[in-house]
């Protein structure tokens, strides 16, 4: 199926070249991605540089070019081939400008970072708990000489410009673009069902995405409905090892939770169109896109009020204070009517139309070049000598 995204366009005749060294799979790469076709239907030539092959993208068949550099692989690695190596490879393959992501690339062309990190503009004993000490000074370092040198400073939200401006430096072309959530058609259960449906939680093994309090409002729901179900989407072994001693049983003792692991967008949705809510206890989000995307198939979205997520779902959400399981789970209760499922389905529904993924990545195209080439704006051009 195509979409406005994938309808040919007059060629404005520049080559970007976006710096993926270093995504390796999740939201970053489904941004990435998105952002790339998004420019290759604006008339651009565009170049992927991955440190890895990402299958999960969808750009095979298109008109965007991947190459893959195995010797960038690796933190250490990607930041030694930035500074040594981009520069020529960016002259070699006659690139005009550059994309890259929470990292600054030290090239000699008009280059915008889009920051869709939160950890680096933390403070540092934050970013250590979140990351380890030497990720947390590495990201550190890039993400803040990305603000002063890069032509165009991106932001995923706006919750991470303003952790960006508490540093006290002053951001080089500061512009927020919201990425947006790609919308399917799918078929949502009936109300009846989903009623009866689990809740699910996307996550991972990260320390911040807190997932002793969703086993913990999951405890709470099982206490008043013996028949409930958990689903849990991620890395599962990330995510069981990030477990305490005693969750860990619980899951293993309970036929309740079921680990569906990776899952393609288009699963992700089915599962989300069956669910009862989303359940969300993270403390460190740039944006919640799968809130958005939860929403857009009418599932409710239960979430600590905390980092970006009012920016992310408004008054649409059902927002707890952070950490607070038992409010979590009297917010649960609230959707056991129909009634009160078709009106925060709605509710849902109508927020998340604000964010589609082809409009918002046409506005960001439309900021990257309002930055980049001010002088020309959004206009057909010609490429230069």
Request: proline share 4%; aromatic share 8%.
């Amino acid at each position: 199926m195509t979409g406005p995204l994938d309808q040919p366009r007059p060629s404005r005749g520049r080559h970007l070249l976006i710096d993926a060294l270093n995504l390796a799979r999740g939201g970053g790469v489904v941004v990435m991605s998105r952002l790339a076709l998004a420019f290759a239907s604006a008339g651009y030539r565009v170049t992927v540089l991955a440190a890895r092959d990402l299958p999960e993208t969808g750009l095979a068949g298109s008109s965007v070019d991947t190459l893959v550099v195995p010797a960038a692989r690796g933190a250490l690695r990607a930041t030694l081939y930035r500074r040594f190596r981009l520069n020529a490879r960016a002259h070699d393959l006659g690139a005009d400008a550059v994309l890259g992501f929470n990292y600054h690339s030290q090239v000699a062309l008009p280059q915008a970072t889009y920051h869709i990190n939160v950890i680096p503009f933390l403070k540092l004993a934050a970013r250590a708990s979140a990351i380890g000490y030497p990720r947390a000074m590495m990201q550190g370092l890039a993400a803040r000489a990305a603000l002063r040198r890069s032509t165009a400073n991106m932001f995923e939200s706006d919750y991470i410009r303003s952790l960006a401006a508490r540093g006290g430096i002053l951001i080089r072309n500061p512009v927020v673009a919201h990425i947006g959530a790609e919308f399917v058609d799918q078929a949502p259960g009936s109300t009846g069902q989903r009623l009866k449906g689990p809740f699910l939680t996307v996550t991972s093994g990260a320390r911040h995405k807190r997932n002793d309090l969703t086993l913990a409002f999951f405890r709470g729901i099982l206490a008043e409905e013996p028949d409930a179900k958990l689903g849990i989407i991620g890395d599962t072994d990330a995510i069981r090892a990030s477990l305490s001693p005693e969750d860990r049983d619980f899951v293993d003792a309970t036929s309740s939770v079921t680990f569906h692991g990776y899952v393609g967008r288009g699963d992700l949705y089915a599962l989300l169109a069956k669910a009862k809510a989303l359940i969300v206890f993270s403390e460190l989000e740039s944006f919640f896109m799968v809130a958005i995307e939860a929403m857009s198939v009418g599932c409710p979205v239960i979430a600590a009020d905390n980092s970006s997520i009012r920016e992310s779902v408004g008054a649409a959400g059902l927002l707890v204070p952070a950490g607070d399981v038992d409010a979590a789970v009297l917010a649960a209760r609230g959707l056991d009517t129909a009634e009160a499922f078709a009106r925060h389905e709605k509710a849902g529904r109508d927020w998340a139309s604000a964010f589609d993924a082809n409009r918002c990545a046409r506005d960001f195209v439309a900021a990257f070049e309002r930055k980049i080439w001010p002088e020309t704006g959004t206009q057909d051009r010609q490429k230069g000598p």
